[in-house]
Every structure is written in structure tokens, then in C-alpha cells.
T-cell receptor, first 112, second 110 residues
Framework: DVKVTQSSRYLVKRTGEKVFLECVQDMDHENMFWYRQDPGLGLRLIYFSYDVKMKEKGDIPEGYSVSREKKERFSLILESASTNQTSMYLC???????????FGPGTRLTVL | GENVEQHPSTLSVQEGDSAVIKCTYSDSASNYFPWYKQELGKRPQLIIDIRSNVGEKKDQRIAVTLNKTAKHFSLHITETQPEDSAVYFCAASIKSDMRFGAGTRLTVKP
């Protein structure tokens, strides 16, 4: 059974803190993605990765960075969290595409 | 880059009626068009997809149509049931990265 997991379901952080969100997939997928989901805006692509140590900017990369040291793991980093980064963060993975993506359960991040 | 627009943002139908959600895309190079269903508090899940070499695809009560010339595609749900209530997202893809529409909240009233 396909599985994408995220390190936390809920997270509360303070403005200025460094935040790490982790995503792990067990399907040996080449591609991994980070989105943020906000009401009325759908899913917006932050960063994605086609392979280990490779990364590509999505549509809203400002304020974020990513790391992919192993094929199964893709981390999203907020260097200095701000209140406008309060959102639902979804990770996804897929095989070489284009093809359907499998999503993790999401992390609801609140920055105070 | 690719831009996907989705309409309507909300849709309310009576159980048993049909529901249609429409999307347009901007990049003619897009060649893969999936639809996702997201129930409240859950992750988006792929329900049907279509590739650019196909005009229509059907899976039980769900069908998707694609008009490449007009750059739009649609999701059709027939004989709607209360469990079809969810947010539906369309997406368009050229390679592996996707761009999503803003979503349609479908409510099926019993």
C-alpha cells in the first residue's frame, strides 16, 4: 500500500523560529513535492525535486528552502518563520511523470 | 508558467442529480490532467485522470472530458450521492510538476 507520511500533523511555532517539516515516502518514487494549501487558493507548489540532491523552485519559494539527501525523504525548511506562513503544508510523491501524485496527511502549521 | 482556473468555486446539487466542474489551462504543452477529491480533514486523493491523446475517460459514475483546442477539461459526476460531498481539484502537468485549480466545494443534499 502506497504511503506518504509527514513528521507532524499539527505544529505551533513562534515568529523567527527555524522550522523543519519532513516527508517520507516508501514507494521508491523519484519525484517529491511540497505544497501549501490555503482556503480559496488551492494547492500552490513551493518546491519540488526530481532526484536526490536536486531541487526546483515552484511558484511560491520565497521564505522556504528544501533538502533531499535521500530518495525517500524530502524536507521543507522555513528559515525564519513568519505569521503569513501559517498554513496547511502537504507533501506528495510520484514516479517519473507526468503521473498522479500521492499525498501525505498534511501538517497544519501555526506561526504566532 | 502554467495557470489553471477552476469553476465554480462552490456547487450544491440534490442527491441523484449530476454535477459538472470545469477547468481551463494556459500552457498548450500540458499533457496530463488529473482530478483529486479531498474530503474534510483528509488528504487529496486521485480519482480520475486523462492524457492529452484521449478526449474522454469514464469510471463508473465519474467521467472526464478534454478539449485540447479550447484548453479546457471537465469532471462529470452522475447520480450524485452524499458521500460525493468534498472539495475537488483539477490539475495540469507537462512533466512531473503540477499546477492545481483553486478547488470546487461540492455539496450533495440528501
Amino acid at each position: 500500500d502506497v504511503k506518504v507520511t509527514q513528521s507532524s500533523r499539527y505544529l505551533v511555532k513562534r515568529t523567527g523560529e527555524k522550522v523543519f517539516l519532513e516527508c517520507v515516502q516508501d514507494m521508491d518514487h523519484e519525484n517529491m513535492f511540497w505544497y501549501r494549501q490555503d482556503p480559496g487558493l488551492g494547492l500552490r507548489l513551493i518546491y519540488f525535486s526530481y532526484d536526490v540532491k536536486m531541487k526546483e523552485k515552484g511558484d511560491i519559494p520565497e521564505g522556504y528552502s528544501v533538502s533531499r539527501e535521500k530518495k525517500e525523504r524530502f524536507s521543507l525548511i522555513l528559515e525564519s518563520a513568519s505569521t503569513n506562513q501559517t498554513s496547511m503544508y502537504l507533501c506528495a510523491s510520484s514516479s517519473q511523470g507526468p503521473t498522479g501524485q500521492f499525498f501525505g496527511p498534511g501538517t497544519r502549521l501555526t506561526v504566532l | 508558467g502554467e495557470n489553471v482556473e477552476q469553476h465554480p468555486s462552490t456547487l450544491s446539487v440534490q442527491e441523484g442529480d449530476s454535477a459538472v466542474i470545469k477547468c481551463t489551462y494556459s500552457d498548450s504543452a500540458s499533457n496530463y490532467f488529473p482530478w483529486y477529491k479531498q474530503e474534510l480533514g483528509k488528504r487529496p486523493q486521485l480519482i480520475i485522470d486523462i492524457r492529452s491523446n484521449v478526449g474522454e475517460k469514464k469510471d463508473q459514475r465519474i467521467a472526464v472530458t478534454l478539449n485540447k483546442t479550447a484548453k479546457h477539461f471537465s469532471l462529470h459526476i452522475t447520480e450524485t450521492q452524499p458521500e460525493d460531498s468534498a472539495v475537488y481539484f483539477c490539475a495540469a502537468s507537462i512533466k512531473s510538476d503540477m499546477r492545481f485549480g483553486a478547488g470546487t466545494r461540492l455539496t450533495v443534499k440528501p
